[in-house]
């Protein structure tokens, strides 16, 4: 059973950064890509990027494209947010997700929905104020 862990949410001016960090626990071989979404009050959960375990290939939200940069640390067994410029249309709780199951295509918008995603984390909280 994989278990993921996010560490990182906070509190931020607009403009301002936070690093989110998932260390998963139990990832087997066949895990293909880690995900992060956000919900933010009465929204639905929304996609936010994505990277492969193996190559490290990305996958962005066109909102977050050019201000999160989304890693993984294979040997920690951790995927990190790197989110920059933050704005108030930010503020959310943070998931991670892991897609335990090979992928369908490459790397691309077919991943961007939770239902692509197999573990959940807890969540973590990201608010900016403005």
């Known amino acids: ?6 560490f990182g949410g ?3 001016q607009a403009g301002g950064s ?3 960090s998932c260390a998963a626990s139990g990832r087997t071989f066949s895990s293909y890509a880690m995900g992060w979404f956000r919900q933010a009050p009465g929204k639905e959960r929304e ?5 492969s375990w193996s190559a490290g290939i990305t996958y962005y939200a ?3 494209k050019g201000r999160f940069t989304i890693s993984r640390d294979n040997a920690k067994n951790t995927v990190y947010l790197q989110m920059n410029s933050l704005k108030p249309e930010d503020t959310a709780v943070y998931y991670c997700a892991d897609r335990g199951r090979p992928p369908t295509h490459l790397m691309g918008s077919w991943l961007a929905h939770s239902w ?3 573990y959940w984390g807890q969540g973590t ?3 900016v104020s403005s």
């Open 1 to 6: 059973q994989v278990q993921l862990v996010e």
């Open 10 to 12: 906070g509190l931020v």
């Open 18 to 20: 936070l690093r989110l």
């Open 47 to 51: 996609f936010v990027a994505a990277v």
């Open 62 to 64: 066109d909102s977050v």
């Open 116 to 118: 692509e995603f197999d």
């Open 125 to 127: 909280q990201v608010t």
